[in-house]
């Protein structure tokens, strides 16, 4: 197995790794350890310490070292149950293995008195200088974060509303800027275990030299002299092997926090963390082997550590050196294929608005010679989404794709793809709508369109899945099914400027009045797009579009605001979004705190490019779980996940939720018509 294959499993299962370690941590500290086995931890320890501290200099800024909080935690805790072990075989037997041993004897020349000095040395430098300094720091930078958060989100608004981010690159912005702000309260809280592992350390030498007097005399029959001689200098040795690592993390405190968060794991932070750089394992494979030449230490665990740590090295210098051939060679062909092009590549640069790519063995499904109806499956959704949407939706063209596998298909939106799927043609899709008690045999799998666990079955057994309970779909439904949820999904981004103007010109045609006083004297065509695209974002339908222009028309003389026009909008459509999410004339939904709605309407921040809402994170984070919880519920007892907030609220409470509930339906009390019954199931508390 080669040493790439070996890195890619140990990622895999570097969860489990870190869960059986911690727990292996605790056991330590009631099961007696060999002192084999106490060196080499010991010295595994101190190997740990130089990764961090090297890791913490190659850093470029601190959210690339985001899991260093957690890792500190771990690292302390490892370093109690060693003084744990430890402290364990100095007072049973007198010796707790050549590591301690030797920096008793060697480190500080056999004399416990001046070992006992440096240990305190150590211990004033780690506990008043740099974890003080650190622990500062990081409390200063944390408050400091979060009172700039509110300026950077206005700066990355404003860029974005300038046009100078995308969408996504304000995104992946404002995700740093909490990432810090949560990186930083960590620190802050970290910096303690640090502080407090110094003041452990120095009750624990204490109670060690006190404790092997005591059973040296009382025991073991020694002298008092011979008693303080041997513990003492155990003692010190002990103190001396832990307090180095000690002093090294909390150095690499120190630079983390003056110089994070992350999307996965712990366990895949600290593999894909730690594994970045070879240089980081050179220095430590290099260092540990020098110290296994020092006369008087242990060479056996000092030289196993620093093979082990120069493999580790080696196979990241070639795991870089092959990517970096790798990316060349792609460049080399590009380059290659670039110059062999036409002059000519204008039609090139044609994007198509939808594509649908399938594999070769879902031909048959546009084919109309082997009976496939996919081309009218597509015109009957057309028609569904102007009936539903008011949306016209471009033409879809359909393209068959070698590369993908035989039964996948790939819907995209301007080139990009945005969902795939696997059909079986001469298969059924069996979903049980929690009706069937009966399992079904066949081919596990998930439903494309919502996600829903199905099972493809043969034909065969159709009829019995039917009587069942299970709901049977022939393949080209489920195809249809998803490329209409796409649809209806991304209408938003399917709307350009010149279907808007298509539709206003088939308004002008009738009612050339509306359209004359809204454009362009108060709106210009951009405008009314976004704020078509806003309802389109919450699947509202545009397609009493005489209505919405009525409204725009007037209100667009008080403000520009897009979407404050859309609230407005929303409101005159109450009819039509009461007929949607009300049944038989009663709305089942949740309700928001009416403290919650004023510390929402307080955090909002207005601005010329926009409003945002600047709620802390504390809050922020209690605001979620509650909205997990009464969501829940709601869902439980069978009915949609509705919020009703009040007018004012309503916007930015989407605002808050969209990226964490982005089907969350959030109406205000001002879009339901009066004779419409809430019932309201629960309520949303920060």
Request: with cysteine.
């Amino acid at each position: 197995m080669s040493v790439n294959a070996t890195f890619s499993k140990i990622e895999k299962y570097s969860d489990i790794m870190v869960a059986i370690a911690i727990i292996t941590i605790v056991v330590m500290m009631i099961i007696p350890l060999p002192t084999i086995l106490l060196d080499l931890f010991l010295t595994f320890n101190i190997t740990v310490a130089l990764i961090i501290v090297m890791v913490a200099v190659y850093n470029v800024e601190p959210l690339q070292f985001s899991v260093f909080p957690s890792l500190l935690l771990i690292t302390t805790l490892f370093r109690l149950a060693l003084n744990v072990s430890s402290t364990r075989l100095i007072l049973l037997h007198g010796y707790a293995g050549e590591v301690i041993r030797s920096f008793g004897e060697f480190v500080v020349g056999g004399n416990p008195v001046v070992g006992f000095i440096v240990f305190v040395i150590l211990i004033i430098i780690q506990f008043i200088v740099i974890t003080k300094g650190a622990e500062r720091v990081a409390e200063v930078a944390a408050r400091f974060t979060l009172d700039a958060m509110p300026g950077k989100q206005m700066s990355i608004d404003a860029d974005l509303n300038a046009g100078l981010i995308s969408d996504a690159e304000a995104r992946q912005r404002r995700r740093k800027i909490q990432r810090e702000a949560d990186f930083y309260g960590s620190m802050d809280g970290a910096s303690k275990f640090v502080k407090g592992d110094a003041i452990a350390a120095i009750i624990i030498i204490i109670i060690n030299i006190v404790g092997g007097f005591i059973i040296g005399i009382v025991q073991q029959n020694l002298s008092a002299l011979q008693a303080l001689q041997t513990y003492t200098l155990l003692t010190v040795g002990e103190g001396l092997v832990n307090q180095i690592p000690a002093l090294l993390i909390s150095t690499a405190t120190g630079i983390v926090v003056t110089r994070a968060a992350s999307e996965t794991d712990l366990g895949h932070d600290i593999t894909g963390q730690l594994l970045t750089n070879s240089r980081v394992y050179y220095i430590a494979g290099g260092v540990l082997f020098i110290m296994g030449l020092v006369p008087g230490l242990p060479k056996i665990p000092f030289f196993i550590l620093s093979i082990f740590m120069l493999v580790i090295a080696y196979a990241l210098t070639q795991t870089a050196q092959s990517e970096q051939q790798q990316e060349i060679t792609q460049q080399e062909q590009k380059e290659s294929e670039d110059i062999r092009k036409p002059e000519s590549v204008i039609s090139l640069l044609q994007v198509d608005l939808l594509e649908l790519e399938i594999g070769y063995s879902l031909i048959p499904m546009v084919d109309t010679n082997q009976g496939g109806d996919l081309l009218d499956r597509i015109v009957m959704i057309r028609r569904q989404c102007a009936v539903e949407l008011g949306l016209v939706v471009p033409t879809i063209r359909i393209r068959d794709n070698i590369q993908l596998k035989p039964n996948t298909y790939i819907i995209k939106l301007k080139g990009n793809d945005i969902a795939k799927g696997e059909l079986l043609l001469d298969h059924f899709l069996a979903m049980n709508p929690g009706i069937a008690a009966e399992e079904i045999e066949g081919i596990t799998t998930i439903e494309p369109a919502f996600g829903l666990p199905a099972t493809w079955i043969q034909e065969s057994k159709r009829e019995h899945a039917e009587m069942s309970g299970y709901t049977v779909v022939d393949p080209i439904s489920v195809l249809a099914t998803h490329l209409t949820e796409v649809i209806k999904s991304h209408a938003y981004e399917i709307l350009g400027r010149q279907d808007v103007q298509t539709l206003v010109d088939a308004v002008k045609s009738n009612y050339p009045a509306i359209v004359d006083e809204l454009i362009p004297n108060l709106l210009t065509l951009g405008d009314l797009q976004k704020v078509l695209a806003n309802l389109l974002r919450e699947r509202i339908s545009i397609r009493d579009l005489i209505t919405i222009m009525e409204t725009l028309g007037d209100y667009a003389s008080l403000t520009k605001d897009t979407e404050i026009l859309t609230e407005y909008v929303r409101q005159a459509l109450s009819r039509q979004l009461s007929r949607q999410y009300a049944q038989n004339g009663v709305l089942s939904c949740i309700t928001i705190d009416p403290q919650s709605e004023n510390q929402i309407s307080s955090s909002v921040q207005r601005t010329e490019q926009g409003s945002y809402v600047a709620l802390d994170p504390h809050s922020m984070q209690l605001l979620i779980t509650s909205l997990n919880n009464e969501l829940a519920k709601l869902t439980a007892m069978g009915f949609q996940p509705i919020v009703l907030a009040s007018p004012g609220v309503r916007l930015y409470f989407r605002k808050l939720t969209e990226r964490i509930a982005p089907n969350l339906i959030v109406l205000s009390f001002a879009e339901i018509e009066p004779k419409i019954e809430v019932q309201a199931l629960g309520m949303v508390k920060i």
